[in-house]
Nanobody, 119 residues
Framework: VQLQASGGGLVQAGGSLRLSCAAS??????MGWFRQAPGKEREFVSS????????YYADSVKGQFTISRDNDKNMVYLQMNSLKPEDTAVYYC???????????????WGQGTQVTVSS
């Protein structure tokens, strides 16, 4: 069982990126995105329930990022718009259940994809 994140890159402030997470083998009730900037702890970004009917966002990205999933394809996406330099981090997708904002609720993690936003 693996998660493979992709779609990161270098973008100018105000630009957009779409991250993808491919799950092989299965998918999980909760799929989440977290990010970790240099010297900082990994932080919650967004999560989505199995049906996609419940989505959650960190206050810092509300209205800016949109999470979605396609269970038929075992894919989760994070559309990131109006990117800011402070969004620069390694972004990780994760699968699990429980309290969606806690890293401990996720038992499988992807390898991360680097997002760099230049000013």
């Amino acid at each position: 069982v693996q998660l493979q994140a992709s779609g990161g890159g270098l973008v100018q402030a105000g630009g957009s990126l779409r991250l993808s997470c491919a799950a092989s083998g299965r998918t999980w009730y909760s799929m989440g995105w977290f990010r970790q900037a240099p010297g900082k702890e990994r932080e919650f970004v967004s999560s989505i329930s199995w049906s996609g009917g419940s989505t959650y966002y960190a206050d810092s990205v509300k209205g800016q990022f949109t999470i979605s999933r396609d269970n038929d394809k075992n894919m989760v996406y994070l559309q990131m718009n109006s990117l800011k330099p402070e969004d620069t981090a390694v972004y990780y997708c994760a699968g699990g259940s429980g309290n969606y904002w806690k890293t401990s609720s996720y038992n499988v993690w992807g390898q991360g994809t680097q997002v760099t936003v230049s000013s």
